[in-house]
């Protein structure tokens, strides 16, 4: 299957729509990334049954800002919406093998559970001075994320 290349008007839809994703985000001038798109090229042609896309930072900016994608590349996995991967830094086609076989092997409605249970937890936490803007909610500690 062929990458999808990602923008403001498909970004929301493709996370939506996609059981297990795959996002690639790099820029041209980025070498460690040219050197990981054969990587992530191989993996979406050998892995059908998930989506593989790509979102350029410098043609997206205002997306790769609003993520606070600050090294690229960075990759994110998501299941069933749900973000359970981030990680700035290529990666060889071994390593990434195995993160994709271990996102498509996670139960989509624990996945779900999980991120439903912590946003509830996070709301009710008495946070009532803290910004929700100042975090990244994938720096949480998921018991599914397997390098």
Same mark, same amino acid.
């Given at each position: 299957?062929? @990458?999808? %290349?990602?923008? !403001? %008007?498909? &970004?929301?839809?493709?996370?939506?729509?996609?059981? @297990?994703?795959?996002?690639? &985000?790099?820029?041209?001038?980025?070498?460690?990334?040219?050197? &990981?798109?054969?990587?992530?090229?191989? #993996? =979406?042609? $050998?892995?059908? *049954?998930? @989506? &593989?896309? $790509?979102?350029?930072?410098?043609?997206? +900016?205002?997306?790769? =800002?609003?993520?606070?994608? +600050?090294?690229?590349?960075?990759?994110? !996995?998501?299941?069933?919406g749900v973000l359970v991967y981030r990680e700035a830094g290529a990666m060889n086609a071994a390593g990434f093998d195995?993160?994709?076989?271990?996102? $498509?092997?996670?139960?989509?409605?624990?996945?779900?559970? +999980?991120? !439903?249970? #912590?946003?509830?937890?996070?709301?009710?936490?008495?946070?009532?001075?803290? *910004?929700?803007?100042? /975090? *990244? /909610?994938?720096?949480?500690?998921?018991? *599914? /994320? +397997? /390098?």
């Amino acid at each position: 299957m062929a @990458t999808v %290349e990602l923008t !403001a %008007e498909n &970004f929301a839809s493709t996370i939506e729509n996609s059981d @297990t994703l795959f996002i690639d &985000f790099w820029a041209a001038w980025c070498g460690p990334c040219r050197m &990981f798109a054969p990587v992530f090229e191989g #993996a =979406a042609e $050998k892995h059908t *049954d998930a @989506t &593989f896309a $790509k979102l350029d930072t410098e043609a997206q +900016q205002e997306i790769a =800002a609003a993520l606070e994608i +600050q090294s690229i590349p960075t990759l994110m !996995a998501f299941r069933g919406g749900v973000l359970v991967y981030r990680e700035a830094g290529a990666m060889n086609a071994a390593g990434f093998d195995q993160l994709v076989e271990a996102v $498509k092997a996670l139960d989509v409605e624990e996945v779900r559970q +999980q991120a !439903a249970a #912590a946003q509830a937890a996070h709301e009710a936490g008495g946070h009532a001075d803290h *910004d929700h803007a100042d /975090h *990244d /909610h994938a720096d949480h500690d998921h018991a *599914d /994320h +397997q /390098h």
